[in-house]
């Protein structure tokens, strides 16, 4: 066993740092074990200089643990390129990245699957196969999507913009 717990808490800051817990829920007793950082520009999407006291304005850190790969954490953020990297927390490396088209706003990992759900400023739900890279894009709401969550009970993706909420049927 490599001691890792996939309950644990991550905990995505502004500053694309993650930090991760061991949480003992019974006792109430939660320790950080590790901080990770992950390399940022100095600069803005649009090209202008970072704010390192305003990170509003850059695309949010958003963390899990894989499903399958147990060592593994999904991470995306704003960096130079849009994508989730795969971090191996026992090695400490990224051992793999899924390019993505739009910066992300939300992310989920579907439970004993291969399926990542992420949302976008663009508006758009995506659900991604990261074994294979392939991808189904939803398009319903009229503005970024701030949560994208997956209801294992009826298969659905939940996706909420603004007031607005979308509820997508998800074959697993």
């Known amino acids: 066993s490599s001691g890792i717990n996939a309950e644990w808490p991550l905990r ?94 939300a992310l989920d990992v579907i439970p004993n699957s291969n399926l990542i759900v992420v949302g976008s400023h663009d508006r758009l739900v995506t659900i991604i196969d990261y074994t294979s890279g392939t991808f189904q894009d939803y398009i319903s709401h009229c503005d970024e999507v701030g949560v994208a969550k997956y209801w294992e009970k009826n298969n659905v993706v939940c996706s909420g913009s603004g007031p607005a909420v979308a509820l997508w049927n998800v074959k697993v």
Do not use: C
């Not at 803005?44 to 963390?63: I, M």
């Not at 399958?68 to 051992?95: A, P, W």
């Open 12 to 105: 995505p800051g502004a500053d694309r740092r993650v930090s991760v817990w061991a949480a003992d829920w019974e006792t109430d007793n939660n320790k950080m074990i590790a901080w990770l950082s992950f390399p940022a520009p100095s600069f803005t999407p649009a090209g202008e200089p970072l704010d390192k006291h305003n990170y509003k304005t850059l695309p949010p850190s958003l963390a899990q643990f894989s499903p399958l790969e147990r060592d593994t954490i999904l991470y995306t953020g704003y960096g130079l390129l849009q994508e989730i990297l795969f971090y191996n927390f026992k090695s400490k490396e990224t051992v793999r990245k899924i390019d993505l088209a739009h910066w992300a706003t």
